[in-house]
């Protein structure tokens, strides 16, 4: 085994053991791949101010997130198919989020149902749903919910319709995903993998079949998951959702200042400044671009989160230190999992929280929560050059 000193070595490893339909799934985005690239690549346009002769002693990463407490304001973003990266995958992520002390947040349209991860898991964890037409099955799931004591939930609602992944449609990556010659004979070459997913019975969407009207088997899963979705999505709907979850509530993929004012006004009790990873408005604004005009606009009537390009524990430095309470990964840890299943997930986490653990102290803080900007030097022109 190498030595791993960075998430980009576990990705490198990931890419060697995952099939390659699953990978690119999971390293790419809409269209062109602008925004994808600009989530990561815009955080180096953002320095760290450097101090010296503090006292670093007595370091604590420990802080909140919509009242829970976290030993790092980093969550596991909602990630679909992540039991195909790696056998019971949305499992042995949930496993090693609980032993960190971290929230996992479970997506709908996960390999491993609601009821799967909570059965395998002694702590409450996080659902994420779409805002889907069929309101039968929305509130059912949140019934499973509730059932199952998940402790918050994050409507997605940046997908009413799909952004083009040129690489998803020419491997054959849909729900269910279409088998080719070329994609199994490469799933061959996968032996670790092949053997961990012939060793489960979790393979289909496991919060779908079995519980979606008319959704009996994966073969009957195409024509749901294109009518599913809502297009016609607007914010008193959002408002039928808070209706039936009287939990914690996240609204997730606000990038636009106007939205965040809107989500002031449903109940919600965080927003996620996220553009789905990069996945769905090609050219639209990086989060953490985004984030200073959505912070001035929405300052502490509530909290901020950020998703999306966060790689390291200098990326969700400075997100907080632009003024976000969490952050979340989903590709950082997708390569751990897909690297070394359980233990690759921990790693990764590891990874971030020794970056973000030195590098505040290298700024002279010895306390997450007391960050701010003057540990940053941004240029003039980041977040408000655009007519």
Partial sequence: MPVITCVEDLKRIYKRRAPRMFYDYAESGSWTEQTF????????DIHLRQRVAIDMAGRSTKSQMIGQDVAMPVALAPVG??????????????????KFGVPYTLSTMSICSIEDVAENTSKPFWLQVYTLKDDDFMKRLFDRAK??????A?????????????????????APPKLTFKSVTNMMTKVQWGLGMLGTKRRFFGNIVGHAKGVADASSLTTWTAEAF???????RIREFRKMWDGPLIIKGIIDPRD??????????AIIVSNHGGRQLDGALSSIRALPAIMDAVGDKIEVHLDSGIRSGQDVLKALALGAKGTYIGRAYVYGLGAMGEA????????????????????????????DRDILMIPRDFSDRWQ
């Fill in 37 to 44: 690239r600009e989530n990561t690549t815009d955080f180096q």
């Fill in 81 to 98: 198919l992540t039991g195909m990266q790696c056998a019971d995958g949305e499992i042995k992520a949930a496993r090693a989020a609980e």
């Fill in 147 to 152: 059932a199952a004591k998940c402790s918050a």
């Fill in 154 to 174: 994050v409507i997605t609602v940046d997908l009413q319709m799909l952004g083009q992944r040129h690489k998803d449609l020419k491997n054959g990556l849909s």
């Fill in 230 to 236: 809502d297009v016609s999505l607007d914010w008193d």
């Fill in 260 to 269: 965040a004012l809107e989500a002031l006004n449903v109940g919600a009790d």
């Fill in 344 to 371: 690759g997930v921990t790693k990764a986490l590891e990874i971030i929280h020794k970056e973000l653990e030195v590098s505040m102290a290298l700024c002279g803080h010895t306390d997450v929560t007391k960050v």
